[in-house]
């Protein structure tokens, strides 16, 4: 029977980089789809973010017929009523990084004209390439080494290393004992209305402004993402989330005028209903076990803050072909041989990711998916911009007026801060395996004591004004409290003192 | 205009055998699986689910009900090699 070294289960972006990496490394890889054609079972936003063209050659040279690039973003905030009060958009930073981050925000997609692209390469590669097979299962022999896989005709592949590139919803993961099923709270699900179009529709009405958010306090935050002719029209949040069905969430969301508005200018129809779940893990722990690694999705891998999971896959699947190849030159496909796949993608963007894992997790369960939020940040905003930009009074009067507006969102910004901004920031801005204190938090510990008690002091000495009544006990509960124990320790010390 | 009205803007070909299935005894009648399914394929009767006759012409792969069944009543797998949905536009 034929054996090959690696059989790489899924076609998808991370199945596909895999086979073409181990492929490319001299490997005799087979990888197996279970669509007749790869793409036709996966649903994404649509959109490819500049890392994939500056760490993938092939990338580079990929122009897919319906893709669209993305230029500008545009965040939308409405109200409780499905009201639109806010937007802002942004555009690429003349100094980003690299040039692809100079030039577009994404390039969006379909999935279908994507993946069999990617394995049409892992077969360019040397790879074999295999559609209409579903795996559904490993295969162990006595002893419990896993010796290949199972197809649900019942036939056996054989192979040293199995990469399980097999999503969400990962068949090697669990016949392999890596993991069971995820625990409700690590996974979305995300909702899509597939729009088809006219290319000059889109173009006329949205142009390079591909990319639109929609944040509101009645439905989590949702988007519209435009290729070149057609668009998505969906929301998410994890699956113990939802109270009602989704489309009770849907709907609220079409009901806001600017999403309706672009259905209408670009004269939208729709085409196809989708759903698909995505992981947000804050730290992915079940990547690899014997002769097994997992890729993409399988593993945990999309980025937890805005489910980007196509880079992430396709990194991770470069990443494990290399190791797979380490592994069989070295004649050791065991768990601690495939331990250096972990270390590998801890140490690369992908582990780069998870940096802040639990912080991003925290804000995104406290203010992305959380529409309650939306109550006080959407008016809060507002508030702000109104309150420096209007012309209902003079500028001065506008000015004066400033702190009557946003004093009532004092308390939950602080908490808001206090819990998730500042620890998020700390987290993301220090690598904290090189440093054992991270130094945001270590300067916040130094400046804060400095700045705040005189803030505090100031503010109690205006006890009407709404700064002592509002900023000065708050600033003493979040700030002072815990940054300064040890010179000031209340607010009534301040006072007293 | 209602979202629920695309449900049925799937594409599909449809599996000949089954790939689902809930068992009876470990339901609890809770519901979730009812909620998540945005193609409304599960129903609660007598405090038990019941997946809908027709699941196979209308159901997405999502796996959303198993993931979230958190008594492990919902049996799902992938339906045969090369049928089940296309998604065409992804
Ligand atoms: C609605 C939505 C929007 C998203 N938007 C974006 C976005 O805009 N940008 C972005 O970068 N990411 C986005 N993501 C995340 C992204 O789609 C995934 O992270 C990415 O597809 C992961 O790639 P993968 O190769 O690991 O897995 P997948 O793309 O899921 O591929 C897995 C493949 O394995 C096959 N397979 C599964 N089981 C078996 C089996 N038993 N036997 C054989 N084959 C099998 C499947 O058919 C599939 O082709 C989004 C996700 C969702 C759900
Ligand atoms: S989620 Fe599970 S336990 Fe709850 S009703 Fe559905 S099948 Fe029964
Ligand atoms: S897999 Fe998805 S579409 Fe199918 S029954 Fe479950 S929730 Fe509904």
Redo the contacts between chains.
């Keep these: 029977m034929e054996k090959y070294d690696v059989i790489v289960v899924g076609g998808g972006p991370g199945g596909s980089v895999a086979a073409m990496t181990a492929a490319g490394l001299g490997l005799k890889t087979i990888v197996l789809e279970?669509?007749?054609r790869p793409?036709?079972?996966?649903?994404?936003g649509t959109g490819l973010s500049p890392k994939c063209y500056r760490d993938f050659e092939f990338m580079k040279e990929m122009k897919l017929p319906h893709e669209r690039v993305a230029t500008m973003a545009t965040l939308h905030l409405s109200d409780d009523e499905a009201v639109e009060r806010m937007s802002f958009s942004f555009t690429p930073s003349e100094r980003a990084a690299y040039p692809e981050a100079r030039e577009f925000l994404t390039v969006n997609v379909?999935?279908?004209e994507l993946d069999p692209r990617l394995f049409g390469l892992a077969a360019d590669a040397g790879a074999e390439t295999r559609?209409?097979?579903?795996i559904?299962g490993v295969v162990k022999a006595e002893g419990g080494r896993i010796t290949g896989v199972r197809?649900?005709?019942g036939e056996t592949i054989t192979g040293d290393i199995i990469i399980g590139a097999d999503g969400?919803?990962s068949?090697v993961a669990r016949t392999a004992g890596i993991r069971q099923?995820?625990d409700?709270s690590e996974?979305a699900?995300i909702?899509n209305?597939?729009f088809?179009a006219a290319r000059a529709d889109i173009d006329e009405a949205i142009g390079g402004n591909a990319l639109h958010y929609w944040y509101s306090s009645v439905f989590p935050v949702g988007y519209s993402f435009f290729s070149a002719e057609?668009f998505h029209v969906g929301l998410g949040n994890y699956?113990?989330w939802?109270?009602?069905?989704?489309?009770y969430y849907?709907?609220r969301m079409?009901e806001i005028e600017g999403v309706q508005r672009q259905i209408r200018q670009c004269k939208g129809v729709?085409?196809?209903?989708?759903?698909?779940?995505v992981t947000f893990l804050t730290n992915p722990t079940t990547t690899y076990g014997d002769s097994v690694l997992l890729v993409g999705d399988a593993a945990g891998f999309a980025c937890p803050f805005e489910a980007e999971g196509v880079y992430y896959a396709m990194y991770s699947g470069m990443l494990a072909g290399k190791v797979a190849a380490e592994a069989l030159s070295s004649g050791d496909v065991s768990r601690g041989f495939l331990s250096r796949y972990e270390r590998a993608w801890r140490d690369s963007p992908v582990g780069e990711e998870f940096v802040g894992g639990e912080a991003i997790d925290g804000f995104v369960r406290g203010i992305g998916f959380n529409p309650e939020a939306g109550r006080w940040v959407i008016p809060m905003l507002n508030d702000a911009a109104f309150g420096l930009l209007n012309v209902a009074e003079s500028h001065t009067a506008s000015a004066r007026n400033l702190p009557r507006l946003l004093l009532p969102y004092v308390p939950e910004l602080a908490r808001e801060l206090k819990e998730d901004l500042l620890p998020l920031s700390a987290r993301m801005v220090e690598r904290p395996r090189r440093s054992a204190r991270p130094g945001l938090v270590r300067l916040m510990r130094k400046a804060l004591p400095r700045i705040l008690p005189p803030l505090a002091r100031f503010a109690a000495r205006r006890p009407r004004s709404p700064y002592g009544e509002v900023v000065g006990p708050l600033l003493a509960e979040h700030f002072l409290t815990p940054y300064a124990e040890e010179r000031i320790n209340t607010l009534e010390e301040v006072e007293r003192g | 205009m209602k979202t629920e009205e695309f449900a049925g803007l799937v594409h599909k070909v449809v599996p000949s055998r089954d790939f689902m299935s809930v068992d009876a005894g470990e339901c609890t009648g809770c519901a979730d699986c009812v909620i998540v399914c945005p193609v409304f394929l599960w129903k609660v009767r007598e405090g038990r689910a019941v997946l809908a006759a027709d699941y196979r012409e209308r159901c997405l792969e999502c796996g959303a009900c198993w993931q979230v069944c958190s008594s492990g009543a919902i049996r799902f797998d992938f339906p045969d090699s090369g049928t089940g949905i296309v998604v065409r536009y992804g």
Excluded: C
């Design positions: 279970r669509g007749t793409g036709e079972k996966n649903v994404s379909y999935r279908s559609t209409s097979t579903r559904v197809t649900d005709t969400v919803i068949t099923k995820w409700p996974v699900m909702i209305i597939d088809g057609g699956v113990t939802w109270k009602k069905s989704p489309h849907l709907n079409f729709a085409r196809e209903f989708q759903n698909h779940m």
